[in-house]
């Protein structure tokens, strides 16, 4: 499996822009990068995933390196309510035809915004 | 359209009784799958359902574990024979062959005295 490292917590102000790392140094060339967050007792919520291209959606932009073994999330506006677990996952198949997918949580990084 | 729905919200239990826990998946999605949370920790993979293929049970922790999908909508986990160590949030997501984007259900709070 290809595995992630994420700082355990950053803080970030409220109105700035939050930027959070990911490195996935292992990622094979077709296993897509998601990132999901959990705000205190809620179930995850899945905010963007992508291959090679950055995206960017109203959530949040995701920038991955040319090279795929980093990216980094991008929140441009960091509010209170963005205070969660944030999570790197790579989607790994689970067949070898490759089309069924678990998603496998680490740890995550604990983003606190401030006022 | 309505999201994942997971009942009930907390169960509360005695040691060595049988709990069963549902999932309501989203429409149309094929996929389902089952996590636990215990506090403070990430999640845990337990069980993963597609179509009509056989599940991937590779992350259930003890055979006391076993769940089930029927239709290819509703899923039951069932924990029997509980254990304190079973206490922890179990969470349900659904996904479809688009984005293979799980959705996440409000999960059950599970504990066993």
């Known amino acids: 499996d290809a595995k992630t490292t994420q700082p355990p917590s950053m803080d970030c102000a409220e109105g700035r822009a939050a930027n959070l790392p990911c490195n996935h140094s292992?990622?094979?060339?077709?296993?897509?990068v998601y990132w999901y967050r959990q705000i205190h007792s809620q179930g995850p919520q899945y905010i963007i995933h992508g291959l090679k291209n950055n995206e960017t959606n109203e959530m949040a932009s995701l920038i991955i390196t040319e090279d795929r073994k980093s990216s980094t999330l991008i929140l441009p506006h960091a509010t209170l309510r963005d205070t969660a677990v944030y999570y790197c996952i790579v989607r790994v198949a689970l067949n070898s035809g490759g089309s069924n997918y678990k998603l496998t949580f680490g740890k995550g990084t604990l983003l606190t915004v401030n006022p | 359209g309505a999201g994942v729905s997971q009942s009930p919200s907390n169960k509360v239990t005695e040691k060595g009784k049988d709990v069963e826990l549902r999932c309501d998946p989203i429409s149309g999605h094929t996929a389902l799958y089952w996590y636990r949370q215990s506090l403070g920790q990430g999640l845990e993979f337990l069980i993963y359902f597609q179509g009509n293929s056989a599940p991937d049970k590779s992350g259930l922790p003890s055979d006391r574990f076993s769940a089930e999908r029927t239709g290819g909508s509703v899923s039951t986990l069932t924990i029997q024979r509980t254990q304190q160590e079973d206490s922890a949030v179990y969470l349900c997501?659904?996904?479809?062959?688009?984005?293979?984007?799980?959705?996440f259900g409000p999960g059950t709070r599970l504990t066993v005295l």
């Open positions: 997501a659904s996904s479809n062959r688009v984005d293979f984007a799980q959705y």
């Open positions: 292992t990622i094979s060339g077709n296993e897509y």
